[in-house]
């Protein structure tokens, strides 16, 4: 699936591979990867394409400041908007916690994505942040 994001591993290979997010679709289940990504309208379109998502792995985490980060991280906002724009039943957040990579705090996209969450009116269980070694069951 197509990502929003610049790659380079040294200063002589900028943009020559591709970013990506995959859909798999086994046993009837259908799960989207949506990878390291900015928003943008292809969040729709892939909605479109695959209308039946069980569940959505959002990245929330690496998104300050904007200036720089917006085009390649989403923040946990527009997180919530990608769960929405791909219909996805539930979704589980990712790329946040491990590492401080950027200026917000390491805890912050957590507690920003239950204010998001709360504000487009969805459940806890829609889209849930997991804590270190926790599993679930969907």
Known sequence: MPAQHFSARTPFDRNRTL????????GGRTI????DSGYSPQFREIGA??????????????YEPRWFMQPVHVNPEEAV????????????????????????????????LAQA??????????FRAMGFGETIVV
């Open 19 to 26: 970013w990506g997010g995959f859909v798999v679709e086994s």
């Open 81 to 112: 908007r990608i769960h929405l724009d791909v219909g996805s039943r539930g979704s589980v957040a990712m790329h946040y916690g491990t590492f401080h990579l950027t200026d917000e705090g390491i805890d912050e996209p957590i507690a920003r």
């Open 49 to 62: 394409r695959f209308p039946s998502i069980d569940l959505a792995l959002i990245p929330i985490g690496a």
């Open 32 to 35: 989207y990867f949506v990878g």
């Open 117 to 126: 969450r709360d504000a487009a009116g969805l459940s806890a269980g829609a």
